[in-house]
């Protein structure tokens, strides 16, 4: 199972024990994958369609428990994916229909005429909980999330920009920052922050899936900053050999033209130390020198045999 059908089958056994959520919810279902059936003689029908059958039994539910309807269902096969079923229930009972859509405001009368209502209909998610239930119908009906191991992603589709554009701003009023693309004549709501995919999660209600999200994060987020430390540390010891290497360079330079000798005495001890103590840090030389010197005063010392060196070479006309 993936984990976007992981979160719809949590979500679907989630049923609102108060009848605005459960019409809320319905609502946003028949928005992102229904469609009302006005005919000449004004008679009205309602076919839902999806793949998931656990979607296809919590809409069935709703509308039982919400206005005592019983739905006709049919499945079928997907003629483009023959692995995959789809299942179509339907409102054929223009009383029954009426009643569920007058009660969604999902219909209304213009001029005479039944004609569908674009959009979220205000009266239904004035409540915070029924923003809530809104959300989730939504995410049943078309959404998706991404599997977290591999990206941060979750999108809801929809054909009415419209539409899209309030969910998208029912969505950013729980402090969020979604934003819609246009993909193929549909509209996608989608958020790619992985806080925010937590936060909507937990929103909808689906909160084992969310536990497991964040769990996915947090191995992530460790993994992470084991490679940056891993790689700061490789970073540093590069340079470190680096340096250590162009040291040992130039007092091998002086040894052969001046001969260590001839440095001050606190270089020439310096020196024959970086020799000695190859794999030595600059604080173990500083500790072996009498007295003690500090990692800032070894680095200072080795800096001035370097300027020697290079003097060296530009006397010499270059190095061996």
């Known amino acids: 199972?993936?984990?976007?059908?992981?979160?719809?089958?949590?979500?679907?056994?989630?049923?609102?024990?108060?009848r605005h959520c459960r019409i809320a919810e319905?609502?946003?279902?028949?928005?992102m994958c229904g469609e009302i059936l006005i005919h000449e003689d004004q008679k009205i029908s309602i076919k839902f369609q999806t793949e998931n059958a656990a979607v296809a039994r919590k809409y069935f539910t709703l509308l039982?428990?919400?206005?005592?309807i019983n739905t006709e269902v049919l499945i079928r096969k997907n003629t483009q994916l023959k692995k995959n079923q789809v299942y179509f229930l339907f409102v054929t009972n223009t009383e029954q229909a009426m009643k569920l859509l007058k009660a969604t405001g999902l219909i209304m009368e213009q001029e005479g005429r039944l004609i569908r209502r674009r959009g979220i209909y205000p009266l239904i998610i004035q409540s915070f909980c029924c923003k809530r239930a809104y959300i989730r119908g939504a995410f049943l009906g078309a959404g998706s999330l991404s599997?977290?191991?591999k990206a941060y992603h979750l999108e809801f589709v929809n054909?009415?920009?419209l539409h899209s554009q309030e969910l998208k701003n029912l969505i950013n009023l729980f402090q969020m920052d979604s934003k819609i693309v246009e993909r193929k004549k549909h509209y996608i709501v989608y958020l790619k922050e992985g806080s925010q995919i937590v936060d909507l999660l937990n929103i909808m209600g689906a909160h084992l899936a969310l536990m497991d999200l964040e769990n996915v994060r947090i191995i992530k987020e460790m993994r992470n900053n084991v490679n940056r430390i891993v790689n700061c540390e490789t970073a540093n010891l590069n340079k470190t050999v680096s340096a250590a290497v162009k040291h040992l360079e130039d007092?091998?330079?002086?040894?052969?033209?001046?001969?260590?000798s001839s440095l001050p005495k606190s270089l020439e001890e310096v020196a024959r130390l970086r020799v000695q103590y190859t794999e030595a840090s600059l604080k173990e030389l500083g500790s072996m020198l009498n007295p003690p010197v500090g990692k800032s005063g070894v680095n200072h010392r080795l800096r001035k045999i370097s300027m020697i060196a290079d003097r060296l070479r530009e006397e010499k006309g270059g190095s061996l």
Do not use: C, W
């Not at 319905?26 to 928005?31: E, G, P």
């Open 1 to 18: 199972m993936s984990f976007s059908s992981q979160v719809k089958s949590e979500l679907a056994r989630h049923i609102e024990t108060s």
């Open 26 to 31: 319905i609502a946003a279902l028949i928005n």
């Open 64 to 68: 039982k428990k919400t206005f005592n």
């Open 147 to 149: 599997d977290p191991e």
């Open 159 to 161: 054909q009415d920009y």
């Open 251 to 260: 007092i091998d330079y002086i040894e052969q033209h001046m001969g260590l």
